[in-house]
């Protein structure tokens, strides 16, 4: 039943040791011939930047996408607005937002949850709202694919411009299809036909000169051009055949999360596959809880949200990222397992890349609000380490806890190290000396050691330290 450390260490080919320290710097005590828990086994195997794949009936998070053609059913259109600034892709999702019947159903005012939902003619297209490559791409980065079409904005009085090739080749590094809005023919300047002239140069061939590219002239601003757009993303949509099945276990990504005043923790996510219902338990990256609620884009709570279906889930116990992707779990302690398991290893990333704590740095980490002072104490005599724990004991501990880990009488060994390294730590010798391999492993660590003579220069030390006026290490 299970893997050992040694058998784990084997198949990655690294040394056990290796997979020792790090289990170690996670607060895990392990030996080589001990079975390794199935989150550490996954965790550690990401960490050395390698995949694994636990075979378990648990494992319900490395669900694999095998639905059957027959599960397929047609889904709406994602689409995402990009362009140069100022040629309009504001005003075209306003414009957008407002010819369907959103408008008067709402009463004229827009929920804004990050994406909207359009009616054409009975079929639905889905905006992303936050327009501009920076977005996609941003999401992108994360593994985030949320788009089917690009619409792509340019000015007609304006022309192809930066920004307008950067969105191309965003577009084309995702393998989305461009539909280009043309957009501004209102103005006395435009010229609608130098728009496509100039975008041939960067691949962009409209249909009608025998490319694959869709073209459309609108006018934002008069509100001219905007049904047929919609109609052409539809027929663009047509051409992809797109499909997922809507009786899966839910899942998607965030598209854009926050904190709010009386909700709580609020994030917009779109459902890419299953149906997501209230009381759901979800996970969102490192966040997870159970659904309370799922408001749509035009403000009213619902029961289902399908796949393209943008919706705000209200529950979850903290803010999850944008392009985080979200799932649907059966039991509620997998869902807590998994997102304990990422937070741990958020931090374990964030504590590789700040190395370890030292006196130094305590007090930028006090401003931070990271307000704990871990100590490990070695010294000659134990009265030593008697009257080192009285005067921490007196200090004032108010902004900075001061904690003493480990206390023992003897020099700095490399155990010491290791222990300070797991929980960051400094350690103060006191009449003691480090080993050379406690030197150097606190090096590769970058754990802090002070060494001290006199009791009350540790306790002014640390006493500087708490207020951030320490003197540079001697
Ligand atoms: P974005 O930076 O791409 O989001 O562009 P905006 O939507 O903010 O538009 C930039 C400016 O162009 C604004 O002053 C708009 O009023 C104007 N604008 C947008 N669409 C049109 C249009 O169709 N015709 C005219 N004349 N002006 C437009």
Known sequence: EGVTVGEFAEALGVPSS????????????????????????????DDMGRKVRIVSPEEEYAIVYNDSEEDLKPRPPVVTVMGHVDHG????????????VALSEAGGITQHIGASVVNVQGRQVTFIDTPGHEAFTAMRARGAEVTDVVVLVVAADDGVMPQTVEAINHAEAAGVPIVVAVNKIDKPGANPDRVRQELVEYGVIPEEWGGSNMFVNVSAKKKEGIDDLLETILLQADVLELKANPDAIASGFVIEANLDRGRGPVATVLVQRGTLKPGDVVVAGQSYGRVRALVDPRGNHTKAAK?????????????????????VFEEERDARKLAEERQMRARLKEQEARGHVSLDDLFSRIEEGMADLNLVVKADVQGSIEALRDAFAKMDQSEVRINIIHAAVGGVTETDVTLAAAS????IGFNVRPTAGARKSAEREKVDIRLYRVIYQAIEDINAARVGMLAPEI
């Open 307 to 327: 796949p393209s279906d943008p919706v705000e889930i209200l529950g979850l116990g903290s803010v999850p990222t944008a392009g985080d992707e979200f799932r």
């Open 18 to 45: 290796d997979v020792i320290k790090r289990l170690f710097m996670l607060g895990q005590a392990f030996t080589v011939t001990q079975t390794m828990p199935e989150e550490m086994v996954e965790l550690i195997a």
């Open 424 to 427: 960051d730590a400094i350690i």
């Open 89 to 100: 892709k504001t005003s075209l999702l306003d414009a957008i937002r407002s010819s369907g």
